[in-house]
């Protein structure tokens, strides 16, 4: 084996961690593989002698990639029509199906990371999320281990305040999803009160493409009969659960057409937030068949 070769094998063992690391910065699956591609086209042109630590050198190089492409990105979610929602990670009970995220890369909390800055959201996801010192940082980020701490700090103090509560035990939490699906399939009002937290808010995300609602519904009557209302248009939908975001989620396919992809949060057997993606731009990564 020629030494181009192991390194191609290195390079591909690293792969799925590298996407988390530039996903859970972007909160885009095309964008952060776009990253993972740059980044080992500069290694390729890079001499090896020169690197210490591949792995170190590679998550460096991915995330300084995937920092320019945020701050290039920010005008244009700021310019987007409706709600702006990170896209999913879909999977179904293969963990090799997916990228291994951490579970604080869940839908609601990448929603929360977008409004941090650039440098605050790289220091964080890093640091906290992937266990990164603050040397490896500031080499990221361009800036002094201290000054990335201090970032790490707001950034930490911001998503504490915001973080969603959720539900640790998965097969609570998958019960509770089982038991949503069957109630938004049924238009049951009652079964969906139940099931929602009075504060309960919900997000869509259409991209201006397909129908989807600009502002975030909130409270568990108003998210309990939009569903409902919107169940007509569903009639002979299939739903399938699988895991979003490494979580109990929902998609709704029409015959081979993948409609939605929802990530639900859990706690305390209620659900505290629903993210459903439905711009089809967002939805065409995801490897999905209804059987």
Not at 83 to 97: C, F, K, M, Q, Y
């Amino acid at each position: 084996m020629t030494s181009g070769e192991d390194l191609a094998d290195t390079f591909d063992a690293l792969r799925p961690r590298l996407i988390a690391v530039a996903y859970g910065i972007l909160g885009s699956v095309e964008e952060a593989e776009d990253a993972v591609q740059d980044a080992w086209l500069r290694l390729t042109r890079t001499n090896q002698s020169e690197i210490e630590d591949l792995t170190g050198w590679l998550i460096v190089t991915v995330s300084r990639l995937a920092v320019d492409t945020l701050r290039s990105a920010r005008k244009r979610r700021e310019e987007y029509v409706g709600t702006w929602l990170p896209e999913p990670i879909v999977a179904r009970d293969d963990p090799a199906e997916r990228v291994t995220l951490d579970e604080s890369m869940s839908m609601a909390m990448l929603v929360v990371l977008e409004s941090l800055s650039p440098a605050e959201r790289t220091a964080f996801v890093l640091h906290d999320v992937f266990g990164l010192p603050f040397t490896e940082v500031g080499r990221a980020v361009g800036r002094t281990p201290a000054a990335c701490r201090q970032l790490a700090t707001r950034a930490r103090k911001h998503v504490s305040a915001r973080a969603p509560r959720f539900e640790v035990d998965t097969a609570a939490h998958r019960s509770v999803v089982e038991a949503f699906a069957r109630a938004s399939a049924g238009r049951d009002l009652d079964g969906l009160l139940a099931l929602l937290d009075p504060d309960v808010v919900m997000r869509s995300d259409g991209g201006g493409i397909v129908l989807a609602t600009r502002k975030p519904v909130v409270g568990a009557t108003k998210v309990a009969r939009f569903l409902v209302g919107i169940s007509r248009r569903y009639d002979g939908a299939g739903r399938s659960l699988v895991n979003v975001n490494g979580w109990p989620g929902i998609v709704v396919f029409r015959g081979d057409q993948l409609d939605s992809v929802t990530g639900l949060t859990v706690a305390g057997g209620r659900i505290t937030e629903i993210d459903i993606v439905r711009n089809p731009e967002k939805l065409r990564s995801i490897q999905w068949t209804s059987e």
